[in-house]
Structure formats: C-alpha cells, structure tokens
C-alpha cells in the first residue's frame, strides 16, 4: 500500500554558500517547509488533516534546523496570509505563490515523499526537487530510499531518508547559487510593436540615425550584468532577448525584481519621446511599443 505525501520547501539564501567562513558566518539559508497541496484541494484542510504530511514535514524541517540552517514556521507564514476568507477556492491556486512571494525566498524545494508497505519491509522514498523561485530554474533533483524495516514506524523512516540525501542537496544546490552570485540571475525579454504604431523595428529614433532595435539593443547591452545577454532575432515587429543576466542583488542590497527592471526600461524609452507599455510574469519581460 502507498501513501503520498507531497512537500514543498521554500529556501531563502543569502549568501554563496551553506558553509561560510568568519565574514559570512551571518549570511545562512532560510528554509520554509510547506505542503504542496493538489490543485483543488484546500491547503489548510490538507495539512491539518494528513498525519504523516505533518510528520514529514517537522523532520524535514528539523534536518534544516540540525545544520545550522536557519528556518521559518510554516504555520505563521500561513497566518499572515489573512483569515480563513483568504483561502476559499478562489484563491487556493495561487496560495503557494503568495507563501513564496512573503517569504521572500530564492529558491524553493519541491519534495514528494512515498510511504510503501511490502512484504518484504516497509520503506520510505524522498524525492527533492529545488528550483529558483525568481526564474523556476532547476537547480538539483535528489531521491532518498530509506533501508526497508518491518516497522510500522514510518517517523523514524522519513527521517532515515531525509538525514541521507539533505547534505549532498545542500552542497548541490550551493553551487548552483555561486554561479548565480557570479555570473547573475536570467531573464528574458520579448519585445514587440503594437498594431497602433507608426514605429518598426527598424524606424530612425534619434539624430544621430539609430533604428529602434539599436536603441533597444544599446540599452540591454548597458545593463545587462556583466554586459551579457543573449539576442535571440528581429523582425519589422519584434525582438526577441532569451538571455539577459541581472545581478542577484541590486545597489542596496535587496533582492533583484523583474517589475524594476521593466520599469527603468519604459523610463528610458520615454525619454527618447517612446512610449511602451510592460508585463511581467516571473523572470519574463514582454514589452509593447505603442
């Protein structure tokens, strides 16, 4: 017999790596444990009423906190959503997005735990997924088999499994982040002419002869982190960015958003007498001339 349990950890890093030296010794991950709930499905009700869900979820949250890492409640990033009327179905698909976006996390783990009964034994699979919150990259997958015990004491297998695979997710996913430290975040950017404009992609904007793609182009170039990013093609009414590095961390220290990004483009755009209009869905940019 099997029983599925569906996790998904949210971590929040701030630094380099998970093992830092005297001048980062303050710079630590911050894990958020949270139950990924079927669509559908209420994410409160699922929690409070699922067991083993609670189980794996405290031990996988404890084998964070057994690091040295540091952790947030689950249950007061819930609260903090609002009241009860905050979570009808209306909103249930977008709850875990609004815990991500509160926690103000980098990456978050997805984690599928799978309790299994045999004759054999009893045995507990983890399987870990981490991604990056701000692009949905995905940074490592891990899958943990706890040794099979004629046991009905699943708490114990859980952590069996958990204690095994946490460390090489954590080194996994530490490199994963120096490279963005390094080299910066993606986004990309898909740029278009409305059917209202008199402009085109190739339209002379300034005296000194520059086409509305140069324009574009010559702006990416300034701003891209470390001047690299990738332009995918264009056409009379479109051009395409499907690599533009940004820094983690913007001037003041705060985590980089794609809505500021957008909005000093449309700024600059505006003061070359160009008016544009923005959407921004994660990491992904489509800008309008209008």
Not at 47 to 57: K, M, S, T
Not at 226 to 235: A, D, E, I, R, W
Request: aromatic letters at 8%; hydrophobic letters at 40%.
């Amino acid at each position: 017999m099997r029983f599925k349990i569906f996790l998904a950890l949210v971590l929040c890093v701030a630094s380099v790596g998970f093992a830092q030296d005297d001048s980062q010794s303050n710079l630590q991950p911050t894990i958020m444990v949270i139950p990924f709930t079927p669509k559908g499905a209420d994410l409160r009700v699922n929690y409070e009423h699922n067991e083993w869900l609670r189980v794996a979820i405290t031990k996988v949250k404890d084998a964070f906190d057994q690091r040295g890492v540091n952790t947030i409640d689950f249950r007061a990033k819930l609260k903090q959503l609002g009241n009860a009327e905050a979570l009808q179905s209306e909103q249930k698909t977008s709850l875990k997005d609004d815990i991500i976006a509160i926690s103000g996390a980098d990456i978050y783990i997805e984690v599928e735990a799978n309790i299994n009964r045999s004759n054999s034994g009893n045995s507990v699979t983890v399987l870990m997924s981490a991604f990056n919150a701000f692009s949905g990259e995905s940074y490592a997958n891990k899958v943990s088999i706890s040794p099979k015990f004629y046991t009905e004491n699943y708490e114990k297998l859980i952590v069996k499994a958990v204690d095994e695979e946490v460390p090489n997710l954590l080194t996994t996913i530490s490199e994963k982040f120096e490279d963005i430290r390094e080299n910066g975040l993606t986004i990309t950017l898909n740029g278009g002419v409305s059917e209202e404009s008199d402009l085109k992609m190739d339209t002379e904007v300034d005296d000194m002869g520059s086409l509305l793609s140069d324009l574009l182009e010559e702006y990416i170039a300034d701003n891209a982190y470390k001047g690299n990013y990738h332009l995918q093609g264009v056409s009379d009414t479109r051009m395409t960015f499907d690599q533009i590095k940004v820094p983690y961390k913007d001037d003041n220290g705060n985590s980089f958003r794609s809505t500021k990004f957008a909005l000093d483009l449309r700024r600059f755009l505006r003061t070359n007498e160009i008016k544009a209009s923005t959407t921004v869905v994660g990491n992904s940019i489509t800008l309008t001339i209008q």
